[in-house]
């Protein structure tokens, strides 16, 4: 009943919402969660007074996808915008489902 | 101080908000985080304009108890409705706490 | 290009927020991120009328850093207030910057 996928969440300012959901649904991801979240790093995310300036976008794919995202997020954000990005290994109920486009 | 458990996280519609409470709740979890967010998959969720019309319900609990909730929600929802579910592996402080129910 | 690192997660009244975020920069990390929730559970977090009323709080650093967070949590807040944290082996793009005040 479970599969082992890739959850990839992307942290970025707000302006980047949409190349960043094109970018996920380019690499094949067939869904994806967005949250309105406040934060502060070392690029210069700041925290606001609960605005939610920034966003965590989720998605749950393939391993092989993930590495696609990150690749891609590394070579056109990660040196020049407030982008921080992570995979955790999850178990999906029905995973394949979000195989389909990998 | 840390025990390894699962945490169950939900994403649906608002809609389903007071069952999927429910649906922890009698599997056994001693507690849950809800929050607001945005979405869009295969089964039609829908990312609108920030009005976190989806909600995201994580819950800690034992291995076990993950796998029955995971159960119900397969049997009851995830055929039908816009439900997304998936389990991952943390280390919580004083875990002891959230198997009391399990 | 990814590192594995601890995400700390910890979701509790709102109004502990400013003294979270000095704990985890005291403890060493670089950034965090912040989102309202709500939520229900043993020490009576309470789940409102989505007003979020409580934070999540969420930090990426080494696993040293996170033991440290956690062992400070343990000791000031889990006995006596509505906390709860957690952590998440998660493999982050240029993580080595997470790691610098480590």
Known sequence: M??????VTIVSER???DELIALVKEAGATGFTL???EGEGSRGVR???WEGRNIMLE????????DAILATLNERYLENF????WV???SVVRGEKFLGQA
Do not use: F, H, N
């Open 82 to 85: 407030a982008v921080v990005a």
């Open 47 to 49: 925290a606001g007074d």
């Open 2 to 7: 479970k599969t082992v996928l890739a959850k």
């Open 15 to 17: 302006l980047l919402k």
């Open 59 to 66: 998605t749950l794919v393939s391993p092989e996808t993930a």
């Open 88 to 90: 955790t290994e999850v």
């Open 35 to 37: 949250a309105a979240v």
